[in-house]
């Protein structure tokens, strides 16, 4: 079992900055690709950003250029740095991780872009 923990939602202003981070615990080892999803009210979940052990990145289009995500592979840490935020990427954002066959997720954290 995979355990993960988001952190760093919130309420921030349009045009501001928000980075989340999320925590993994438990059988970490062979973790592949992570990534981050949201959902927004009445919406499907989607996918955001993911990156793969070698490193390799994908975005989606509405956040490329303006979100940046990472891996500390020895903090077992991920993270999604979002910058120029807009309103339409008000969700609750989930962390996911692939192990083997397995998928895992994050309880969610909230991000509220709003004046």
């Known amino acids: 079992q995979v355990q993960l923990v988001e952190s760093g939602g919130g309420l921030v202003q349009p045009g501001g900055s928000l980075r989340l981070s999320c925590a993994a615990s438990?059988?970490?080892?062979?973790?592949?690709?992570m990534g981050w999803y949201r959902q927004a009210p009445g919406k499907q979940r989607e996918l955001v950003a993911h990156?793969?052990?070698?490193?390799?990145?994908t975005y989606a289009d509405s956040v490329s250029g303006r979100f940046t995500i990472s891996r500390d592979n020895a903090k077992n840490t991920m993270y999604l740095q979002m910058n120029s935020l807009k309103p339409e990427d008000t969700a609750v954002y989930y962390c996911?991780?692939?192990?083997?066959?397995?998928?895992?997720w994050g309880q969610g954290t909230q991000v509220t872009v709003s004046s």
């Open positions: 996911h991780a692939l192990r083997g066959y397995s998928g895992y």
């Open positions: 438990g059988s970490i080892f062979s973790i592949s690709t």
């Open positions: 990156i793969t052990s070698g490193g390799r990145i």
